[in-house]
């Protein structure tokens, strides 16, 4: 195939935000008195906010007091986020920089509320860097549904069979199969499941490696 445009994922892929989110929502649950299973959080990666609250309730019980822990945790990324910035994962520079050099059309699809991406992207310094932004409150289902994904790809004006997806959790490989585009997965936190490791057109160490695959599948220059 020859890639037409670029879906990123965002937390986990682009900026390492996913490491900082476990471990703060790790400490609010600790202050509360409380400890979570060691792969619940892991669970939620590249899942909505609607999934992420059935699946907390589901494996903690409909009593845990999900809402109140996360709005704490938000608070407090917030506030770190404003006093630190957004650290940006590694090789990030060099893909952003490869498209640049074909005016290649790239959208962000995120599980996160939009409004979220936009300021992480802002904070970050590369939101102007991006055509299209679309956050898991524009569709009625979140990955591995593949509507986040097929609704990036509306906005740009390309065929879901002419797009690349650029990914680190496994709901969002299973989500970029499904919508008929090829996934290439970066992992993060969460280890690919089998599964997983099959739908990926390939598996990188870092967004440095992916650059590499993505040249072998950009039209020629």
């Keep these: 195939m020859v890639c037409r ?16 989110r476990k471990q703060l929502f790790e400490r609010v649950v ?11 959080y892991l669970q939620t990666i590249g899942r909505t906010l609607r999934d992420t609250r059935v699946i907390f309730a589901e494996q903690m019980g409909v009593d845990f007091p999900f809402e109140a822990l996360r709005v704490k945790r938000q608070k407090i990324e917030h506030d770190h986020i404003d006093q630190h910035g957004v650290p940006t994962k590694p090789g990030l520079e060099v893909v952003l920089d490869l498209l640049d050099t074909r005016a290649f059309p790239r959208a962000v699809a995120t599980s996160s509320a939009r409004a979220t991406a936009h300021r992480l992207l802002q904070v970050a310094g590369v939101r102007q860097r991006f055509d299209v932004i679309v956050g898991g409150d524009d569709v009625a289902h979140g990955k591995p549904a593949p509507d986040l994904f ?68 950009l039209p020629p220059h």
């Design 5 to 20: 445009a670029v879906i990123f994922d965002m937390d986990g892929l682009m900026l390492d935000t996913e490491r900082l």
């Design 30 to 40: 600790a202050e509360h008195g409380m400890t979570l299973p060691d792969d619940l």
């Design 150 to 217: 097929l609704l990036a790809a509306e906005h740009l004006g390309v065929g879901p069979a002419d797009c690349v997806v650029l990914e680190d959790s496994s709901a969002g490989i299973r989500a970029a199969h499904r919508a008929g585009m090829t996934p290439i997965l970066v992992p993060d936190l969460q280890p690919p499941a089998d599964d997983v490791r099959d739908l990926a057109y390939r598996i990188c160490a870092s967004l440095h490696e992916a650059a590499t695959v993505l040249v072998e599948l």
